[in-house]
């Protein structure tokens, strides 16, 4: 696939993807790869890129000795360079009804899961067109959709998430979608305790489980959620994936009404995932609202860091290609510190 | 309790509105959809039901203070004293007290005062009543009381009008007032002299059913009176100054013949002294030598010595020299031969008005031609620079009168008159010559200008024949007075500001028509003229009583701010600039009519004279008034016994503390609101 290949352009904004472009999607952790990209890998390779001479030892592909040096030196070198691999990159998306909420006051406001397809597409376009291998995961209670990483699946990952976001705008998705694609690995994922915000705290983790298990190769996971579980229980499914080397980006998005608690008006406040009502006067829970929402976002944050994993919080009335500059900004800063 | 205003309760109406909004406010508490109650549930719980409470207290009190407004707009009392007025035998009385200028005669206005201070001596502690003095008009000077003070103080403070008499507009007000009581006796005393002109049978005023009428005839006393009943002026402006014969006409009312010297003053000095012998009940003309009349309006009082009744024993009238009015005919410089000939000779002979004509051409008329003019004949020409042009629209706009005689000019050239001053649009020129012309046919005789005509064989303009003429097209707020045969305007009004804009749309010469041949063209040149120019015939007299129309007079001094009308005892009103310009003269003598800022005595004089009539003493039976006001009905009347409304209110001040109470609550609920609010921010 080239960069030229033609694209759904519904997610890709231009403008998120100029802003994109000069930077590179440098992954953290080098994954072995067949086709040369950008991704540095610590295996020496083909590239343009000299790494440093090294003496000769039998096996080594005599085309890679240095002539020039051997004239100089009267010793077998071989000239290595640092090869450029490609990764997975796989785009895991929740779709549960919490991610339907959209300010009702906000004009033009996106709802959290279209938000979040936005983010996904322009980071899996950019991803292919480093000639890293997207795949797509959608779950709500368990796995809905799975498009296995491959260097050809972009069009399947945009259509997935244009479905999640089809399904997010119309209030129910396509029922072709349902588990179209979900391979038998995935199937036990199924069996798991539904998941809501609420009342099953720890739910992520089967989904998190089964996905690491059917992960052969080690990939960028971008998780996007608004994380309504306890900040332990979101480690503990993302160490599944940790642990089996993944570099893990926690995308965490949330409407602003969900952070400012803006309301007014007393009223019965409907939980989107469990269809639980409680009565509510905004105006006296505000502050202490306010104040659990960012110790829980804090929390993540560290928690997130604390297992070498990249955290960052995403509100859905940001420019989308402003929070995508200042988190592959910092992904760059990273890279460059190692 | 009771309430003055009981009205005001509708405000509790307005309860309904906090109510609405607490409800309202409840509907938007919907249900608000939210991603998680993760966090809210773990917020300490305070319930709405503690929060409803402290609403509805606060709603509780915002209605209670509208309750209280509304209440103390009522105007609450306690009827205490209401009840002991309500006690049988309590009496409304109105005193109907006769102030016309007959009053004046002999003792009668002395006794009639007696009478009324009498009327209130006997008053009881429970009655209350109303002093109305009436001549022309009625009024009541007091509402019903029982404060025998203020109505003596009224009673003093009164003085003979120079009004006639109208038993109807007294016996009218006093019925008016009996029928808003609620006491159970009412009585009119009547005191008057009681002269027969001032009731009429045709005055249908009746008194409620159960009133008592008593009456006071303070007349029956034997007047010799000689009044001065009406005088003529005769001017005679034919010699070199202008004169004018004065004739009074002098009745002697006293059954014995009298020997009366009439005195005629100009200006306030006494100019002739004639002794006229009267008959007993007869009159007697005194016709004064010619006596200079000098320029202006100037004043004349034809005055005998003082009799018993003083009111009718001079006359005055105003002397106004004949003013032409001023025409100035503008024409092009290469005007026709005759072009104003026709208009010009028919002008000169005018009378009643005359007329003072002055011709100008168009390049030698100046902006100040127009100062002191009445009318301006545009014949056949257009005013095109600008300065002229706007002081013509001025001079209109201020009352002026603008003839304009189009003929083939193109008054297009001139916006300025095309835009503000033309009644019509004027397109090209009618030429009916070959097929015989038309005539003008279609006449508004209502009209002022044709009214003259509007009789039978007194002017026949269908004798006329027009070959040519402009054809126009009114603008809108014109008036067509007059058409041609074939439906098109002859004669088109505008009214512009207070001047009068008039489109004769043929040649005012015999170059288009045949009119100027015709007699009918003299007496409607007249007419145009001194319609346009607004000319009224100055009238010598007033009567007391009449109206006087000064909005002509305040139009022109309308930049000025109004005129000043000032009555003969120096009470001053300003007419005109935004209020009323009609003004009731009630006053015998001489008013002065000035525009403000000008000295007195510089003002137009306006002679008023007192009601001729009321010279006639002749009495008609009390009884017989009393019978034609009276109804013969007994129906009971009701007795609820309450005080009128504003004694009742001396009773009550229990509106004041509910205000205060009000805006006590109002304040503890901003005060209570303003923390719930903080709070909860």
């Known amino acids: 696939m080239t960069a030229a290949a033609p694209v759904p352009v519904s997610f890709l904004d231009p403008s998120v993807l100029a802003r994109i472009g000069n930077l590179e999607l440098l992954a953290k952790v080098v994954v072995e790869g067949f086709i040369n990209g950008l991704h540095r890998s610590p295996h020496l390779g083909a590239s343009t890129d000299f790494a440093e001479h090294r003496p000769y030892m039998p096996g080594d592909d005599i085309r890679r000795i240095d002539w020039r040096l051997f004239g100089r030196t009267d010793r077998h070198y071989v000239k290595e360079f640092e090869a450029d691999t490609n990764t997975n990159f796989l785009v895991v998306l929740d779709v549960s009804p919490s991610m339907r909420y959209r300010a009702a006051e906000r004009a033009g406001a996106v709802t959290k899961l279209t938000y979040g397809a936005y983010l996904a597409a322009a980071l899996a376009y950019f991803s292919s067109l480093q000639r890293d291998r997207v795949g797509l995961v959608t779950f709500d209670r368990d796995i809905v959709e799975y498009v296995p990483p491959s260097a050809k699946h972009l069009q399947l990952v945009l259509h997935g998430l244009q479905r999640a976001a089809a399904a997010s705008a119309g209030g129910e998705e396509p029922a072709d979608a349902r588990g179209s694609r979900r391979s038998p690995a995935m199937s036990r994922a199924s069996d798991a305790k539904p998941r809501t915000g609420t009342d099953a705290p720890g739910s992520l983790v089967p989904v998190m489980r089964t996905l690491s298990e059917s992960l052969r190769r080690r990939s960028i996971v971008l998780l996007i959620s608004d994380l309504y579980e306890e900040p332990d229980d979101v480690i503990d499914a993302l160490t599944f994936l940790r642990g089996r080397g993944n570099d893990v980006i926690v995308a965490h998005v949330l409407d602003r009404d969900e952070l400012e608690f803006p309301f007014a008006d007393a009223g019965s406040f409907l939980d989107l995932e469990s269809g639980s009502a409680l009565p509510v006067i905004p105006d006296y829970v505000r502050t202490q609202y306010r104040q659990l929402i960012r110790a829980h976002s804090a929390a993540l944050a560290r928690r997130v860091g604390e297992q070498r994993m990249d955290y960052a919080l995403y509100d859905t009335a940001m420019p989308l290609d402003q929070a995508l500059f200042a988190y592959l900004a910092a992904r760059q800063r990273y890279s460059r510190v190692r | ?681």
Not at chain 2, 76 to 104: E, H, K, N, Q, Y
Not at chain 2, 288 to 315: M, Q, Y
Not at chain 2, 515 to 531: D, I, N, R, T
Not at chain 2, 629 to 634: A, D, E, K, Y
């Open chain 2, 1 to 681: 309790m009771s309430f003055l205003a009981p009205a005001f309760l509708a405000g509790l109406a307005a309860l309904a509105v906090p109510v609405l909004i607490h409800l309202i406010r409840r509907e938007t508490r919907r249900v608000t959809d939210f991603p998680s109650l993760m966090f809210l549930q773990r917020i300490p719980v305070r319930t709405m039901r503690q929060q409803r409470l402290r609403h509805l207290l606060l709603l509780a009190l915002r209605c209670l203070a509208l309750a209280l407004l509304a209440l103390a707009f009522a105007r609450p009392f306690i009827a205490r004293r209401a009840a002991l007025a309500g006690a049988p035998g309590a009496t409304v009385r109105v005193v109907l007290l006769d102030r016309s200028w007959s009053m004046g005669a002999g003792a009668r206005w002395a006794r009639a005062k007696a009478a009324a201070h009498a009327a209130v001596r006997g008053l009881g502690s429970a009655d209350r009543a109303v002093l109305v003095v009436f001549a022309g008009s009625a009024d009541a000077l007091t509402e019903p009381t029982n404060n025998r003070a203020l109505l003596d103080r009224a009673i003093d403070s009164l003085r003979v009008s120079d009004q006639g008499t109208r038993y109807a507009r007294a016996i009218k007000l006093a019925g008016d007032v009996l029928s808003r009581t609620n006491l159970p006796h009412r009585e009119v005393t009547l005191i008057s002299d009681f002269q027969r002109h001032g009731w009429s049978a045709g005055d249908e005023v009746r008194l409620p059913a159960g009133t008592v009428v008593r009456t006071v005839d303070v007349g029956g006393d034997t007047v010799a009176d000689v009044a001065v009943m009406r005088v003529t002026a005769t001017r005679d402006d034919a010699a070199d100054r202008a004169t004018a014969v004065v004739a009074a006409q002098v009745r002697n009312a006293s059954s014995a013949a009298r020997a009366v010297a009439a005195t005629l003053s100009l200006g306030g000095r006494a100019l002739e002294t004639r002794t006229v012998n009267i008959p007993a009940r007869g009159l007697a003309q005194v016709r004064f030598a010619p006596s200079p009349v000098p320029a202006g309006a100037s004043r004349a009082t034809v005055r005998i010595a003082p009799d018993a009744l003083p009111a009718d024993d001079a006359f005055h009238l105003v002397l106004t020299s004949d003013a032409a009015v001023p025409v100035l005919v503008v024409e092009p410089d290469r005007a026709r031969a005759r072009q104003s000939l026709y208009v010009e000779r028919v002008l000169a002979i005018g009378d009643r008005p005359s007329f003072h004509l002055t011709r100008r051409s168009a390049t030698a008329l100046r902006a100040s031609d127009f100062d002191g003019q009445a009318v301006v004949l545009l014949n056949e020409t257009a005013v095109t620079r600008g300065p002229i042009a706007d002081r013509l629209v001025q001079f209109v706009v201020h009352g002026g009168g603008l003839l304009i005689v189009p003929g083939t000019e193109d008054l297009a050239r001139a916006p300025a008159l095309a835009s503000a001053l033309m009644p019509a649009r004027l397109s090209a020129v009618t030429d009916l010559s070959a097929s015989g012309g038309t005539r003008v046919a279609e006449i508004a005789y209502a009209h002022s200008v044709f009214e003259l005509f509007s009789a039978p064989h007194s002017g026949d303009f269908a004798a006329a024949h027009v070959f040519r003429y402009r054809a126009a097209a009114p603008v809108p707020g014109s008036t067509v007075i007059a058409r041609f045969g074939d439906g098109a305007p002859a004669l088109v009004e505008r009214v512009v500001g207070n001047g009068r804009v008039l489109l004769w749309t043929t040649s005012i010469d015999d170059y288009w028509t045949d009119l100027p041949m015709q007699p009918v063209f003299v007496p409607f040149v007249h007419e145009l003229s001194a319609y346009a120019a607004r000319h009224q015939q100055p009238r010598s007299s007033y009567t007391v009583g009449d109206a006087l129309d000064v909005s002509r007079l305040a139009a022109r001094t309308a930049a000025d701010g109004g005129v000043v009308l000032q009555a003969p005892s120096g009470v001053k009103k300003l007419l005109g600039a935004g209020s009323t310009s009609v003004a009731e003269l009630t006053e015998a003598g001489f008013y002065e009519l000035r525009a403000t800022g000008d000295a007195p005595g510089t003002g137009q004089p306006i002679a008023v004279n007192v009601e001729a009539a009321e010279a006639d003493l002749t009495p008609m039976p009390p009884d017989e008034l009393v019978a034609a006001v009276t109804s013969r009905g007994t129906e009971p009347m009701s007795a609820s016994g309450q005080a009128s409304p504003p004694d009742a209110e001396r009773d009550q001040s229990l509106w004041w503390y509910l205000v205060v109470a009000a805006l006590a609550l109002l304040v503890v609920e901003s005060v209570w609101a303003t923390r719930l609010s903080g709070a909860t921010s």
